[in-house]
Antibody, heavy 118, light 107 residues
Framework: EVQLVQSGAEVKKPGESLKISCKTSGYSFISYWIAWVRQMPGKGLEWMGMIYPGDSDTRYSPSFQGQVTISADKSFSTAFLQWSSLKASDTAMYYC???????????WGQGTMVTVSS | DIQMTQSPSTLSASVGDRVTITCRAS??????LAWYQRKPGKAPKLLIYKASSLESGVPSRFSGSGSGTEFTLTISSLQADDFATYYC?????????FGQGTRLEIK
């Protein structure tokens, strides 16, 4: 069974760093793009960017370029999303999702809630 | 960036109704268009991919159509379980955009 299991909820202060994870199983990790999607409270879905673990090709939405870093560790079949300096506006639910060859996200993680508050 | 615009933003309907949600792209995305259902506290669920292909396990009352810049999601006979928020999503040249969502409410 294909699964994406995300790390647990985080509560951080502004200015702190954070790295959340998305552990995959049940398929060839290096063969599919893994994306990160944000949903701020009461708002819609926003694509942040994605990584192809096979060659580490990474694409970012212009809205998130320079704000976050997406990476992957092939040894652990895990993708990551990280911030170097969190802001209160980073408070949101973050999902990882696997992109199919048909350009859709068929498998999603359960989500990681990130709360940034002083 | 390709912009995706859904209409309406909110839709009130009753069980048994036929409903249609529209998604327009700011430029052609061919048929690289997907639809998702999202319920509170749950991850989005893929319903339709490639504009009109039904994802495995999704009830046949859901259907999608369109190509280029205009797409529709139709639910032929609403069930109680269908009240949720629906999103369209395009994929083009290693870039993705979601529509702003359509909230389907019970009338």
């Amino acid at each position: 069974e294909v699964q994406l299991v995300q790390s647990g909820a985080e509560v951080k202060k502004p200015g702190e760093s954070l790295k959340i994870s998305c552990k995959t199983s049940g398929y060839s990790f290096i063969s599919y793009w893994i994306a990160w999607v944000r949903q701020m409270p009461g708002k819609g879905l926003e694509w942040m960017g994605m990584i192809y673990p096979g060659d580490s090709d990474t694409r970012y939405s212009p809205s998130f370029q320079g704000q976050v870093t997406i990476s992957a560790d092939k040894s652990f079949s895990t993708a990551f999303l990280q911030w170097s300096s969190l802001k209160a506006s980073d408070t949101a639910m973050y999902y990882c999702a696997r992109l199919t060859g048909d350009g859709a996200f068929s498998i999603w993680g359960q989500g990681t809630m990130v709360t940034v508050s002083s | 960036d390709i912009q995706m615009t859904q209409s309406p933003s909110t839709l009130s309907a009753s069980v048994g109704d036929r409903v249609t949600i529209t998604c327009r792209a700011s430029q052609s995305v061919s048929n690289w268009l997907a639809w998702y259902q999202r319920k509170p506290g749950k991850a989005p669920k893929l319903l339709i991919y490639k504009a009109s292909s039904l994802e495995s396990g999704v009830p046949s009352r859901f259907s999608g159509s369109g190509s280029g810049t205009e797409f529709t999601l139709t639910i032929s006979s609403l069930q109680a379980d269908d009240f949720a928020t629906y999103y369209c999503q395009q994929y083009n040249s290693f870039s993705v955009t979601f529509g702003q969502g359509t909230r389907l409410e019970i009338k």
